[in-house]
């Protein structure tokens, strides 16, 4: 089974400075990644993907982030942050298994910006 | 627009008793999911559903029950043998695409024990 770390649980960073939020996956075959955004007591949304082609990949609000083969990571990164970028942020990596598609989550990234 | 509707938002259950959490979607989506999301500890997969009348369980199913009678509907049922039941509880669904499709969130359905 695949599974997902995200290095760190909690980033604090300043508005209009750059964030980086790390992801490493397990698996070593082709692989799709994702990367949700959640808002307190609100569901996820999509932020991004990574199907193939091109290794960076852009998303929503400003985001982009960078797959990586050799180091199996899909890091998420924007270049200045902003107040309502205050969430919690999730890396996922789809599986299938006996034909069912299944997200595997890591275990989330807290980021706060402070003013 | 299409969507899936988690209700209630908010449950409180005393000690002992069954509750049903509901989660419909309008997206015709054929996959669909329960998650349940503790802090630090992100998604875990409680069931999940390919098609109507079939299902199987998670990584933490004990002490939960799910039917999928229809395509739209995919209800949880936290039932008292769950020990610790408090928590958010996040459905979703996907369309069939090899897993590049990703999933659609509900708003979640928080549940507290008094």
């Keep these: 089974a695949q599974s997902v770390t ?12 750059p964030v980086e939020l790390r992801c490493n996956y ?13 808002y307190p007591n609100q569901g996820l949304q999509l932020l991004l993907k990574y199907l193939s082609g091109s290794t960076l990949v852009k998303g929503i609000n400003g985001f982009e982030a960078e797959f990586n083969k050799s180091q199996t990571s899909f890091h998420l990164r924007k270049p200045s942050v902003h107040i309502s970028d205050t969430a919690e942020y999730f890396c996922a990596v789809s599986e ?12 989330g990234t807290r980021l706060t910006i402070n003013p | 627009d299409g969507g899936i509707t988690q209700s209630p938002k908010y ?24 998650y349940r999301q503790d802090p630090g500890q992100g998604l875990r ?28 509907s995919f209800p949880l049922t936290v039932t008292s043998a769950q020990k610790n039941p408090t928590a958010f509880y996040l459905c979703a669904s996907t369309t069939p695409g090899g897993g590049t499709y990703g999933y659609t969130f509900g708003s979640g359905t928080r549940l507290t024990v008094v």
């Excluded at chain 1, 995200?6 to 400075?17: R, Y």
């Excluded at chain 1, 698996?27 to 955004?37: E, G, I, K, P, T």
């Excluded at chain 2, 933490?60 to 999928?68: D, F, L, N, Q, T």
């Design chain 2, 11 to 34: 449950l409180f259950r005393k000690e002992g008793q069954n509750v049903t959490l509901s989660c419909e979607q309008n997206l015709n989506h054929d996959a669909m999911y329960w």
């Design chain 1, 6 to 17: 995200q290095l760190d649980s909690q980033v604090p960073v300043f508005e209009e400075a």
């Design chain 1, 96 to 107: 299938i298994i006996q034909g069912a598609q299944k997200l595997v989550f890591g275990q």
């Design chain 2, 45 to 72: 997969l409680i069931y999940y559903s390919q098609i109507v009348n079939d299902f199987q369980k998670g990584d933490i199913a004990e002490g939960y029950s799910v039917s999928r009678e229809k395509k739209e």
């Design chain 1, 26 to 38: 397990s698996s070593s075959v082709s692989v799709y990644l994702f990367w949700y955004v959640q």
